[in-house]
């Protein structure tokens, strides 16, 4: 158990809906990421939140968006959904801002979204 | 955090046999690899970490190789256990950790 929650673990949903995945740290960790992985990719990664402030983008799409609670806890907000977006969406938690090249991040085992 | 979905290539190795993941990064400039399990139902867990100014790393029945030269990292399990199979994804870090690129990920099956 990585200590990092993460819910729910599925998601069944319709294209044009509006979902939001909910994302727990480690205990201590301030740093939060979120990751995408589809069929025939490998994990890529979207945005990064430490201490309630967004820190690092990536490939996130813009009908997507995320926050860091006071509580460090997060959430992905994922709108005006289409089928393609149907994936296993990961959270992953680290100790600091992960200015540090080897910063270790703790995953979540994910929510699966499907749009249907 | 099933990945079972994924088209990934795939290892097949006899229990007890020595299973090695081959992986080949396209940053030179990647200071920082790691190498992650991913098992069915679950996130990627941290196996083994290498700096680029090491070629060799060893851990329990895993050693990670990087071959800067030609951008080649490897993960070698020794004595493969059934708990082995799993996806395994490697990683390089330019940077920050969140500047972390996962490769596709191979598919590892233990036969009995």
């Known amino acids: 158990d990585s200590g990092v929650t993460q819910t729910p673990k599925h998601l069944i949903t319709a294209t044009g809906q509006r979902v939001t995945l909910r994302c727990s740290p480690r205990?201590?960790?301030?740093?939060v990421y979120w990751y995408q992985q589809s069929l025939d990719q490998g994990l890529q990664f979207l945005i990064q939140?430490?201490?309630?402030?967004?820190?690092a983008k990536g490939n996130i799409l813009e009908r997507f968006s995320a926050q860091q609670f006071p509580d460090l806890h997060s959430e992905l907000n994922l709108s005006s959904l289409e089928l393609g977006d149907s994936a296993l969406y990961f959270c992953?938690?680290?100790?600091?801002?992960?200015?540090?090249?080897?910063?270790?991040?703790?995953f979540g085992s994910g929510t699966q979204l499907s749009v249907l | 955090g099933e990945s079972v979905g994924l088209h990934l290539p795939t290892l097949s190795v006899q229990e007890g046999d020595n299973s090695i993941i081959n992986c080949a990064y396209s940053?030179?400039?990647?200071?920082?690899f790691i190498w992650y399990k991913q098992e069915s139902g679950k996130g990627p867990q941290f196996i083994i970490d290498?700096?680029?100014?090491?070629d060799k790393r060893q851990g329990q029945r895993v050693t990670v190789l990087l071959n800067k030269t030609v951008k080649h990292l490897s993960l070698q399990i020794a004595a493969t256990q059934p708990g082995d199979s799993a996806v395994y994804f490697c990683?390089?870090?330019?940077?920050?950790?969140?500047?972390?690129?996962f490769g596709t990920g191979t598919r590892l099956q233990v036969t009995l």
């Open positions: 992953a938690s680290s100790l600091s801002s992960a200015a540090a090249t080897n910063e270790k991040l703790f």
């Open positions: 205990s201590g960790d301030l740093s």
């Open positions: 939140y430490y201490n309630g402030e967004e820190r």
């Open positions: 940053n030179s400039a990647s200071d920082y």
């Open positions: 290498i700096r680029s100014n090491m």
């Open positions: 990683a390089e870090n330019t940077g920050t950790a969140s500047k972390l690129t």
